[in-house]
């Protein structure tokens, strides 16, 4: 395939070792980066078996495009959607969505998780309490230099929920290809490898339900075992600690015999 990789776009210290990768695997691929104000990119190539990587912006843009696999944006990744294939197993079952700038119904909760429901850039999801919720959409709709929030954009409201650790699962035609752990809490000690017990749920995640041909799964150890924490398109999702050749190599066999 064909890769096209935007200029790094997000603060990933691993974001350059796609370049590695796809030079010592002697693929072709070209660096694009967006005019200024504008969503306009300068294409060199012609050709269409391409795969994109970059931002959310250009995960979202070249969705429509008639590239193959181009991006996978959009579509299932949203957890209104997968949700239903995977229920009780994500770690926001049972939560709603609502609209940025809709009241908020507080009875009898100190505190909610509140994140985008689509967009995950648009604002960090954290727990907020009541005043601390009001005083972040007050500001954000306040904002003249916020372009990324409005009163329509959708969140995910739901209970918060304790976790120990959280990792990332790279998935390729229903085969995990790497992972890597991204946060731990509680002062749990720092481990190289996700263990047996998180890449097990996630693989039977995959039999469960199959977002697209190419997808990131984020689960998260909880009091009550593995759960989802939200499914990324691979497009746009950082490598973490996870296997950037295995990720490439992954996609090249699998639309070479698709």
Request: include cysteine; aromatic fraction near 16%.
């Amino acid at each position: 395939m064909y890769y096209i990789i935007q200029k790094n776009v997000f603060k990933d210290p691993r974001y350059d070792v796609i370049f590695e990768v796809l030079e010592e695997l002697g693929l072709d691929y070209e660096c694009v980066e967006f005019k200024q104000n504008s969503n306009q990119l300068e294409i060199q190539t012609d050709r269409k078996d391409i795969f994109v990587y970059g931002s959310v912006k250009l995960a979202k843009i070249t969705a429509d495009f008639d590239w193959l696999p181009g991006s996978f944006y959009g579509n299932n990744h949203e957890f209104e959607k997968y949700s239903k294939g995977y229920g009780i197993n994500t770690i926001n079952y049972g939560s709603y969505i609502s609209l940025f700038s809709d009241r908020i119904d507080w009875s009898n909760k100190k505190e909610l998780f509140i994140k985008p429901s689509i967009d995950a850039k648009v604002f960090t999801g954290k727990i907020f309490n009541e005043p601390e919720w009001n005083d972040f959409v007050y500001n954000s709709l306040n904002d003249n230099q916020n372009h990324r929030i409005n009163k329509n954009t959708s969140i995910q409201i739901s209970e918060p929920y304790l976790l120990i650790k959280e990792a990332r699962i790279w998935v390729v035609g229903k085969k995990i290809v790497t992972s890597s752990y991204y946060r731990f809490h509680g002062g749990i000690e720092f481990e190289e490898n996700v263990e047996e017990s998180g890449i097990k749920f996630a693989h039977n995640m995959t039999e469960l339900y199959n977002v697209a041909d190419a997808y990131v799964m984020d689960i998260a150890l909880t009091y009550d075992g593995w759960k989802i924490m939200e499914i990324n398109c691979i497009n746009s999702a950082g490598f973490y600690r996870g296997n950037v050749m295995k990720i490439i190599k992954a996609l090249e066999n699998f639309y070479i015999n698709s």
